[in-house]
């Protein structure tokens, strides 16, 4: 009754015992790695290149927006402002003046009546038309002022209105350069150049791809060659089938660490000592200690591969020793 009972669990302990149930999940790990390592320089040097273009484009539009277009506009639009100021002004003096004027001709059409009954009213009729003249004139100057003004600012209309479109669409394409800029600013990448049109910065960007790339293929290759080592690694009669996969798991990330190491800090060394361009992430570059960087980059790669492997053979002795005793 009771092997009945537990019957149903038999499998699951089966599978425990055998170890699959801890080497599937690092399996699928391990090929998430490779695949993530083959795809990630790809990424980051369509990134980097994006950022790059992104930034030389703000720089480019902000340059032609502010420093090209603007000014000249800025004196155009002075102009503008002036003759439109001097148009409404001349405008209000005319329209005051016609005001007057139309006051002046009554009151002296008024005062014609009396001009006949005593020289006193004369007098006051004659005063009455040279305030009449006198609008008259100012009405005849303000008008001559508003025309002549008004004929310039017609004349300069429409340089000032091409100008203008020509800066509006300037300004849009300047926003428009900086909001990718900084989307593509939010996402970060690691190398940065303020001009890939330059010689040595174009050179640093091939050295720093092929880089990437070597991390990438060489990291790619690991992981799925270790993957391919973890069928065999368990075997059958094997008691203890945890620890030997954790050890596994730690020799080749030290060596993926090794490698990536080596192959950044000597790339980052070399790309800052022929193109005088700092990459500075993740701290794998020497590049402050010159031509040394190129070496102990190197040396701390092997020595980060190292120590990984020493405590991945330690946990392998127990290993070993445990299922050789039955344990």
């Given at each position: 009754?009771?092997?009945?009972?537990?019957?149903?669990?038999?499998?699951?302990?089966?599978?425990?015992?055998?170890?699959?149930?801890?080497?599937?999940?690092?399996?699928?790990?391990?090929a998430?790695?490779?695949?993530?390592?083959?795809?990630?320089?790809?990424?980051?040097?369509?990134?980097t290149?994006?950022?790059?273009?992104?930034?030389?484009?703000?720089?480019?539009?902000?340059?032609?927006?502010?420093?090209?277009?603007?000014?000249?506009?800025?004196?155009?639009?002075?102009?503008?402002?002036t003759?439109?100021?001097?148009?409404?002004?001349?405008?209000?003096?005319?329209?005051?003046?016609?005001?007057?004027?139309?006051k002046?001709?009554?009151?002296?059409d008024?005062?014609?009546?009396?001009?006949?009954?005593?020289?006193?009213?004369?007098?006051?009729?004659?005063?009455?038309?040279?305030?009449?003249?006198?609008?008259?004139?100012?009405?005849?100057?303000?008008?001559?002022?508003?025309?002549?003004?008004?004929?310039?600012?017609?004349r300069?209309?429409?340089?000032?209105e091409?100008?203008?479109?020509?800066?509006?669409?300037?300004?849009?394409?300047?926003e428009?350069?900086?909001?990718?800029?900084?989307?593509?600013n939010?996402?970060?990448?690691?190398?940065?150049?303020?001009?890939?049109?330059?010689?040595?910065?174009?050179m640093?960007?091939?050295?720093?791809?092929?880089?990437?790339?070597?991390?990438?293929?060489?990291?790619?290759l690991?992981?799925?060659?270790?993957?391919?080592?973890?069928?065999?690694?368990?075997?059958?009669?094997?008691?203890?089938?945890?620890?030997?996969i954790?050890?596994?798991?730690i020799?080749t990330?030290?060596?993926?660490m090794?490698?990536?190491?080596?192959?950044?800090?000597?790339?980052?060394?070399?790309?800052?000592?022929?193109?005088?361009?700092?990459?500075?992430?993740?701290?794998?570059?020497?590049?402050?200690l010159?031509?040394?960087?190129?070496?102990?980059?190197?040396?701390?790669?092997?020595?980060?591969?190292f120590?990984?492997?020493?405590?991945?053979?330690?946990f392998?002795?127990?290993?070993?020793?445990?299922?050789?005793?039955?344990?």
């Amino acid at each position: 009754m009771k092997p009945k009972i537990f019957s149903f669990i038999r499998p699951i302990l089966t599978l425990l015992d055998s170890g699959k149930f801890f080497r599937k999940p690092f399996a699928w790990l391990y090929a998430a790695i490779g695949i993530f390592s083959l795809l990630a320089p790809f990424l980051l040097i369509i990134n980097t290149v994006w950022w790059n273009h992104a930034n030389q484009n703000k720089m480019e539009t902000q340059k032609m927006y502010q420093e090209v277009l603007m000014p000249p506009f800025q004196k155009l639009k002075i102009k503008h402002d002036t003759l439109t100021q001097a148009v409404e002004k001349y405008g209000k003096e005319m329209n005051n003046a016609i005001d007057c004027l139309t006051k002046a001709t009554k009151q002296a059409d008024y005062y014609g009546e009396y001009a006949s009954y005593g020289p006193e009213y004369k007098q006051i009729y004659i005063n009455a038309l040279d305030v009449k003249k006198q609008w008259d004139l100012a009405f005849k100057d303000a008008t001559k002022r508003w025309d002549i003004v008004n004929a310039e600012l017609d004349r300069y209309k429409p340089k000032y209105e091409i100008v203008k479109l020509r800066v509006e669409k300037a300004k849009l394409a300047y926003e428009a350069a900086r909001k990718e800029f900084e989307r593509i600013n939010r996402i970060g990448t690691f190398f940065k150049s303020d001009d890939l049109k330059d010689r040595k910065t174009v050179m640093g960007l091939i050295l720093f791809s092929v880089m990437l790339i070597l991390v990438g293929g060489l990291n790619f290759l690991l992981w799925w060659s270790r993957l391919l080592d973890l069928k065999t690694l368990i075997k059958v009669q094997d008691s203890v089938v945890a620890i030997p996969i954790a050890a596994h798991f730690i020799r080749t990330f030290g060596e993926t660490m090794g490698l990536t190491v080596c192959i950044w800090g000597f790339f980052t060394g070399m790309i800052q000592l022929t193109c005088n361009m700092s990459i500075g992430q993740f701290g794998l570059n020497f590049e402050e200690l010159g031509v040394w960087s190129l070496f102990l980059s190197i040396v701390v790669g092997f020595l980060m591969t190292f120590l990984s492997r020493i405590f991945s053979e330690l946990f392998q002795a127990v290993v070993i020793s445990a299922n050789h005793s039955g344990e």
